[in-house]
């Protein structure tokens, strides 16, 4: 017999007396989607460039994500902000980037609103919104949403994915992770990958078996309770992981480099009609040296990163498929509204040359390329942190010119596919109808009859900024409903509307004609000029590679497009620009405590990222650890930073204490004591006295003088060279461990401590002991 049910909220229908004999109950209603609401899965890849699926043009096999364009829709003119976190905010609220005070990614936040990495509670989530319509919501894989300083233990908690409307997570909340090794975490708490890489773990494969949980978890239970799920792959961003044997699948096939790859994907872009008939492939970037001019080694070791790129993206469509043949078997694909998308274009972040170790380029430290050719064969394992060369990103973005952080259609503009079976009659046909990340929520809206919410949890919502194209799933000719649309990133400047396109290109159109590096600050008179001056004009409507810039001839819609572009730069907060890149990832933030110089840490507590932990490069510091010795010894990591990219450890090992920094798994700089350290309660301690100062723009720290103490006797020093002048990435910071690739090659990870480990304090206020006669006891001894 059904019960009685009303709106919660409004008048109990039924009725109370003095006893239930002459009472009848009622229940509030429980939250219940629309009978027969689709489910909605976004699969969003990383870094994946315009010419990088299969469907696209391709060389690179990718049958899945072919399978779901042969069966739906291919979008040949869909646009992101050219990086990742802003994209990522436009996909999840329908507003544009900057008024989600994402202007750049949280780790490149200011203090000015549309730059403070904080996305405004009025601006809802979709999975806020469906979660008001009877949705499950799940979150799979890269946040990046929040601010860094936010991702720690102490919180807060509302801007993690459970904050902001998801049920379940499983994934990492950074930028990017060891795809072997990967940050996890599990709702709202970390957790250790559940198996090692020698026992076949990668995190696709994790997230691809944790998303078919979820949904299976819930379905068994209320099996027309449809979902919304959000699958964001950490490929195929940085670094390269992917099992050898995938990678060899391409073995040999990217030996003509990356000229050839251009016109062989090109080609076929024309004949699969994801790109016009009349389009012209854009120029050879000046950046880019021609593969027949690299000599035999160069070309070996880049056609050899490509293979393994290409291995990346083919074993992520793998684990894609098995996530579609899952909702297939559980006949829940055809009713599954599935939009796949890339947050930007193919990433430069490699360099000119690529490298087995990108914690380099976040360093300006490239390394030899003797270097790269000794770890050839283990490119893609888990001892690098591997990412191809420029040639293969610009390739990568085909048609197109230019990549990622840069607004050119090769930063901006991705592969999209929808796939809809029991909405969309069409059948993998093209789709030319100009769309942006904001535009689809507003088209899950629109699809499922629902109305943006006035308010999510008490919080009056802003107006969205897409506009719904579901008018485009079955009408190809169709106009299209959004006009206008800017972009800036990092300085980089440019406009759409009604088929042109104004691009202000910062530094330049490439680095070798600019004559500047990128990140090059752009003051008030830069802007000026570069406003006068810079500004270079297409129309993208005829001419869809950006191949032919017409500003000369066309100066008057110059001009109307430019003032439009800051008609919207007002509108979205935008202003003020700032295209400094490491001014802005140095930068002092709001922490949840005040400013302090000692930090105390204890064993079994939870890595904390880098944003978080104390920053201990090239300044004087000190790491104190408290420690009883039991009378067999011991052994194992008091304090580490990092991983086998880059950092270092405080251990024991033999009975003695070290002390190793790993200069972006270049060198490794160790300072052993030189008396075993004897059972019993002690004080460990490690210093760090600069002795030069830092050279960021070679990618050389400060030198050091490193010296041991027990019991604040020195027992150890050493003289380091060289040490990691900007950042560890990744850079966790772990008491009584190091997880994930060891910092050093000198224990195997996660080589926890085996004795008592009370806490480690480090000390950044510059106070250090002095101990002369130690230290003339040590020199005099080395004579």
């Excluded at 943006?452 to 190809?476: M, Y």
Aim: net charge negative.
């Amino acid at each position: 017999m059904p019960v009685d049910e009303y709106k919660p909220g409004s008048t109990f229908p039924g009725v109370i007396g003095r006893t239930t004999d002459e009472s009848s109950p009622a229940w509030p209603e429980p939250m219940r989607a629309i009978p027969g609401a689709p489910n909605v899965l976004f699969i969003v890849l990383d870094d994946t460039g315009y010419g990088q699926f299969g469907c696209y043009g391709s060389p690179i096999r990718t049958p899945n994500l072919d399978r779901l364009a042969a069966g739906g829709l291919l979008y040949n003119n869909m646009h992101t902000t050219a990086l990742c976190s802003p994209s990522r905010s436009c996909i999840m609220t329908g507003r544009n980037h900057h008024a989600n005070g994402l202007a750049a990614v949280t780790e490149m936040a200011t203090g000015f609103p549309g730059y403070n990495g904080n996305v405004p509670f009025e601006n809802g989530f979709l999975s806020e919104m469906l979660l008001q319509h009877g949705y499950n919501t799940y979150m799979l894989g890269k946040w990046h949403l929040m601010p860094s300083e936010q991702e720690s233990p102490a919180g807060p908690y509302d801007r993690w994915p459970l904050g902001r409307g998801f049920e379940r997570f499983y994934g990492f909340l950074g930028g990017d992770t060891n795809q072997w090794y990967p940050d996890l975490v599990y709702d709202n708490h970390q957790i250790d990958p559940p198996a090692s890489p020698e026992q076949g773990y990668h995190l696709t494969v994790d997230m691809a078996e944790k998303a078919m949980a979820f949904i299976a978890d819930s379905k068994q239970v209320a099996p027309d309770k449809p979902f919304f799920m959000n699958f964001s792959t950490g490929a195929t961003h940085a670094p390269h992981h992917v099992p050898k044997e995938w990678a060899d699948r391409y073995r040999g096939q990217f030996d003509d480099g990356w000229d050839a790859y251009r016109e062989k994907t090109f080609a076929n872009q024309l004949r699969l009609g994801v790109a016009p008939p009349d389009a012209e492939l854009s120029r050879h970037d000046p950046d880019v040296p021609l593969w027949d001019s690299l000599p035999p080694e160069s070309r070996r070791l880049a056609a050899r990163m490509m293979e393994v790129y290409a291995g990346f993206l083919s074993h992520t469509d793998h684990e894609i498929g098995r996530l579609i043949d899952f909702l297939a078997e559980t006949g829940e694909l055809d009713n599954t509204l599935i939009m796949v998308v890339s947050d930007n274009g193919a990433s430069a972040e490699g360099g000119v040359a690529g490298t087995a170790n990108e914690a380099q380029f976040f360093n300006n430290a490239p390394e030899p390329i003797e270097d790269s050719l000794n770890a050839i064969d283990d490119l893609g394992g888990p001892t690098t942190f591997n990412h191809y060369p420029w040639g293969w990103t610009w390739a990568g973005n085909t048609p197109f010119r230019r990549w990622k952080r840069e607004t050119y259609r090769g930063g901006a503009s991705d592969p999209f596919l929808v796939h809809w079976p029991h909405g969309i009659k069409a059948r993998g046909e093209v789709r030319t109808q100009y769309a942006h990340l904001i535009d689809m929520l507003p088209t899950v809206l629109d699809v499922l009859g629902i109305e943006p919410p006035e308010t999510i949890k008490g919080v009056t919502q802003s107006p969205l900024h897409g506009v719904s194209f579901a008018h485009t799933f079955d009408d190809a000719s169709a106009a299209g409903r959004h006009r206008t649309q800017y972009f800036e990133m990092l300085g980089h400047r440019a406009i759409d509307h009604d088929g042109w396109r104004a691009v202000c290109p910062w530094p330049g159109p490439s680095f070798t004609e600019s004559e500047q590096p990128f990140g090059t600050p752009i003051t008030s008179e830069t802007l000026s000029a570069l406003d006068a001056h810079n500004w270079e004009l297409y129309h993208v409507e005829k001419d869809f590679a950006e191949a032919r810039d017409i500003a000369a001839d066309h100066r008057d819609k110059l001009v109307e497009m430019i003032a439009l572009w800051y008609v919207e730069a007002g509108k979205y907060g935008v202003l003020p620009i700032d295209s400094s890149t490491l001014a802005r990832m140095m930068v002092e933030r709001p922490q949840i405590t005040r400013a302090r110089d000692s930090f105390t840490f204890r064993p079994g507590t939870q890595t904390l990222p880098a944003s978080v932990s104390p920053r201990v490069l090239n300044r004087p510091h000190s790491i104190t650890a408290d420690v009883e010795i039991p009378a067999d010894g011991a052994e194992g990591v008091l304090m580490s930073q990092g991983t086998s990219a880059g950092g270092w450890a405080l251990y024991l090992k033999d009975g003695r204490l070290h002390y190793t920094h790993n200069y972006v798994r270049r060198t490794w700089d160790t300072v052993t004591s030189e008396d075993p350290v004897p059972e019993g309660h002690h004080e460990l301690r490690f210093e760090f006295e600069p002795t030069g100062k830092p050279d960021l723009a070679a990618g050389k720290g400060a030198p050091c003088r490193a010296q041991l103490y027990i019991d604040r006797r020195l027992v150890g020093a050493k003289d380091f060279p060289v040490t990691t002048p900007i950042m560890f990435n990744p850079g966790g910071l772990t008491c009584g461990a190091n997880p994930g690739p060891p910092v050093t090659p000198e224990y195997t990870s996660p080589f926890r401590f085996t004795g008592t480990l009370h806490t480690v304090t480090i000390d950044v206020s510059g106070e250090l002991i002095t101990d002369a006669e130690s230290e003339m006891r040590m020199h005099l001894a080395r004579q």
